[in-house]
């Protein structure tokens, strides 16, 4: 079975500083995804960024970027130039490639921008 | 174009009784996947169709939960004799295609048993 811990459960940063969340996974899956969706007050989930495992390199979008380790089983997400419309609950997700592709969630990092 | 949408937005419904959800997916999306989501904790799978069809239900958690497709579009999630451990948001996602594709989430049914 797929796990996806996030050790962080709040986390908070100033306005324009640089914050980095942390996630790891554990599988036995060669070929897989990961996410990372920004859940604000609205519920509404939205995709942040997605990491293809078999792609070396760390994806970025914009301001957001992740630090994917393969090995380690690690995942974490920074956010540079940090914004007030960042707060929002984070959560690091796993997807098998194949099948269902259904998302394995962590219990996700509440984070807030101070102004 | 319009998101995934979901109705109602809050449900409050006496222990014992029978609900259902409703999920209408983006146009054009085949795969459609229902979560629960407890508070304080990451969404869990309970079901997953491609078209009309049940792909993968390894996450309902008992036969009290059901939920169709008949269409291959709107998908109702039913839920039979209600107990208070329902009580969670139901979130309802849809995607294009299989392969990594994003997954776009409605804003969720919060249910509350009474």
């Known amino acids: 079975a797929q796990t996806v811990t996030q050790s962080q459960p709040e986390m908070s940063v100033q306005e324009a500083e640089t914050v980095t969340l942390s996630c790891t996974y554990d599988?036995?899956?060669?070929?897989?995804?990961l996410f990372w969706y920004k859940q604000p007050p609205s519920r509404q989930m939205i995709l942040v960024i997605r990491q293809e495992a078999y792609k070396q390199q760390n994806a970025t979008e914009n301001r957001f970027s992740v630090n994917f380790q393969k090995a380690a089983k690690s995942f974490s997400l920074k956010i540079s130039d940090s914004q007030l419309g960042d707060t929002a609950m984070y959560f690091c997700a796993f997807s098998p490639r194949g099948g269902s592709e259904k998302l394995v969630f962590g219990k996700g990092t509440k984070l807030t921008v101070n102004p | 174009g319009a998101g995934v949408s979901q109705t109602p937005s809050n449900k409050v419904t006496e222990k014992g009784k029978y609900v259902e959800l409703r999920c209408d997916p983006i146009?054009?999306?085949?795969?459609l996947y229902w979560y629960r989501q407890s508070l304080g904790q990451g969404p869990e799978f309970l079901i997953y169709f491609q078209g009309t069809g049940a792909a993968d239900d390894s996450g309902l958690p008992n036969d009290r939960f059901f939920a169709v497709r008949p269409e291959g579009s709107v998908s109702t999630l039913k839920i039979q004799r209600t107990e208070r451990g329902d009580s969670a948001v139901y979130l309802c996602?849809?995607?294009?295609?299989?392969?990594?594709?994003?997954?776009?989430f409605g804003p969720g049914t919060r249910l509350t048993v009474t």
């Open positions: 599988t036995s899956e060669s070929n897989y995804y």
């Open positions: 996602a849809s995607s294009l295609l299989s392969g990594g594709s994003e997954q776009y």
């Open positions: 146009s054009g999306h085949t795969a």
